[in-house]
């Protein structure tokens, strides 16, 4: 069974940027398709970005397309999350996710992955 544990997350102004990385362990982590999502108080858990195991394709949610990017390093067993011209609806908990299936047809959805991460809190202040 594969762990996954985020980091990265803090407290910025509006503008600025983070890189949020998530470590695997317990398994190898480059056979896993990766997803990131994220949780903001009150609301669902929503679709981020996704990465194929290659690294060759990667989808990201509407909100976030031309300000995030999602990469991986399979020999360092991570998976990134950089997060560029961050807004204050961008604050939430964000979570790394994972699946040892093919690249998944609902990639947007939290029950294509099997595998989670704690979450890191990322807060953006106006």
């Known amino acids: 069974q594969v762990q996954l544990v985020e980091s990265g997350g803090g407290l910025v102004q509006a503008g600025a940027s983070l890189r949020l990385s998530c470590a695997a362990s317990?398994?190898?982590?480059?056979?896993?398709?990766g997803g990131w999502f994220r949780q903001a108080p009150g609301k669902e858990r929503e679709f981020v970005a996704a990465?194929?195991?290659?690294?060759?394709?990667?989808d990201f949610a509407e909100s976030v397309k031309g300000r995030f990017t999602v990469s991986r390093d399979n020999a360092k067993n991570t998976v990134y999350l950089q997060m560029n011209s961050l807004k204050p609806e961008d604050t939430a908990v964000y979570y790394c996710?994972?699946?040892?299936?093919?690249?998944?047809?609902?990639?947007?959805?939290?029950?294509?992955?099997?595998?989670w991460g704690q979450g890191t809190q990322v807060t953006v202040s106006s």
């Open positions: 990465i194929s195991w290659s690294g060759g394709r990667t």
């Open positions: 317990g398994g190898t982590f480059s056979s896993y398709h």
């Open positions: 996710a994972a699946t040892n299936a093919y690249y998944p047809n609902n990639y947007q959805s939290r029950r294509a992955y099997d595998y």
